[in-house]
């Protein structure tokens, strides 16, 4: 990782120790020419420049010359009048493989090491393997963390005047980490994209920033965002919540602080559990605790029956992910879209491959949360340490979440309060229930009040309508006490405990 500072030095080196060619591999072309812009001025020197919009010039402010849009000449004359000279090239092109231009480059090259000189190219493209043997490279990367706070704390001190911003230095931190990854002209323009349509920055602008990085990038079909309900409310999984609330400060700490204790950011859970007991609400319930963007990826939709098209499309959609993040990645049904069972599939194999090595080796800040019901259809690889921060196992709720949740759907779709004699009734009555049968069961009386009014929700409706749902424990009992039995070994408890029973 090459950050501004470090670029800046290393540049300045090459410069000092008259390198024939020093190479800037960086997309940011302007944050290039400030740093050499301050090294002409500290080191008293001269420093040419071209770019096609503004021909030849220099940094200390010397005249502009126009060169007709081909430099080469010009540099040759500068290299053989001047000894000790220095060149930086801002539009180079054609420098990837051997050609006519790449070789009149490589000429330029053996005069600078004649003469002393040194010519400077700024490019993001792949260089012609020739001109590694007469000089050095430097990476000047994205902004750092603090590059970032330093960029918006000049942005909300620029405009605290005309506009209402109410971030702390907490929030700008926040906002520094969500931006990660965003050059300092995009970084402006998401600012001031938010600042001019919500007429002012406050904590709850700070979940928008990241999402609008989505709109940056080519959109991929296998991955879609999802919208999260801000007010979303989860009973329950209170073990799953707290593992949570403890790693979201891992998630969000430093580079530096990560590094300085050999850590990495947590990759993500794998939820597996018993159908409707919330394993995919889980995935909203995080990105709205975490206050990041939720995008789902359809692993199913990279398959293609041409050669090589498969894997193309996952190296896009894992390029996509990389891109947006910091994020969370739901995938449902996990076993659905990995299992490779059949050992004639090799393309299946392949896709697969890709997708645990950057499970295991990405370095950017995406928290996957993974949904399973049938665990056995997973490639035992997945679980491999290091590919899932934990597995958690997501069981029929206890007495105690199904009191929570018939409390809170009763309030949302019924608008009504429960005596504690008539919801110890409905608690009882739903032993068994997963959470996704007590949804059902609380709106179904909401549905008979919409049609024959409130005056219809009673004590009695409400105890009938739980006796005639038949939970999913009813309908498939050996399903059911299979998957439980493999959550009760081999994974951790989302509740604390094990589910299913009044306590």
Known sequence: MGNYRSAKAEIRDYICARTPL????????????????????????????????????????????????DPLTFIISLFKKNRNSTFAFGDVKRIGDDNAYSRE???????????????????????????????????LDYPDMDERISQINSFISQFRGRYPIEWSPADVRMAATLL??????????????????????????????????????????????????????????????????????VFFAPDEDLRDRGLTTPKGILLAGVPGCGKSLSAKMIAKQWELPLFRFDIGTVYDKWVGESEKRMRDALRFIDNVSPCILW????????????????????VLGQFLFWLQESTSRVFL????????????????????????????PNGSERRAAILQYAGRSL???????????????????SYSDIEYAVKDVAQAALIGGQSVITAKLLRDTFDRVVPISKNNPDTVAR??????????????????QNE
């Open 415 to 433: 608008h009504i309060n429960i005596s504690e004699e008539e919801l110890a009734a409905l608690v009882g009555a739903s032993e068994g229930f």
């Open 331 to 350: 995938i449902d049904e996990i076993e659905k879209a990995l299992s490779v069972s059949d050992s004639s599939n090799d393309t299946g194999k392949r």
């Open 483 to 500: 998957i439980r039995k493999w959550g009760s070994e081999r994974a951790v408890a989302a509740s604390g405990r094990s589910g299913g």
């Open 180 to 249: 990660r990854g965003f050059s300092e002209i995009q970084i402006d323009n998401i600012l001031s994209a938010e600042l001019v349509s919500k007429k002012r920055l406050g904590r709850e602008d700070l979940y928008s920033l990241t999402g609008q990085k989505s709109r940056l990038y080519q959109a991929v079909p296998s991955i879609q965002q999802v919208n999260v309900d801000r007010g979303l409310e989860v009973s329950g999984l209170e073990a799953l919540k707290e593992w949570l609330d403890a790693k979201k400060s």
């Open 22 to 69: 020093v190479i800037v591999d960086s997309p940011e072309r302007e944050r290039v020419e400030r740093i050499l812009k301050e090294i002409s001025n500290e080191l008293g020197i001269s420093i040419g420049y071209y770019t096609d919009a503004k021909q030849v010039g220099s940094f200390n402010g010397g005249a502009v010359k126009d060169v007709d849009s």
């Open 369 to 396: 949360v993974a949904t399973a019901n049938d665990v056995s259809a997973l490639p035992f690889e997945l679980f491999r340490k290091g590919r899932f921060s934990e597995i958690f196992f997501i069981d029929l």
């Open 105 to 139: 480059l490589l000429n330029i090259l053996y005069l600078a090491k004649e003469t002393n000189c040194t010519l400077i190219l700024i490019t993001a493209d792949p260089v012609w393997p020739r001109f590694s043997q007469f000089g050095m490279l430097t990476t």
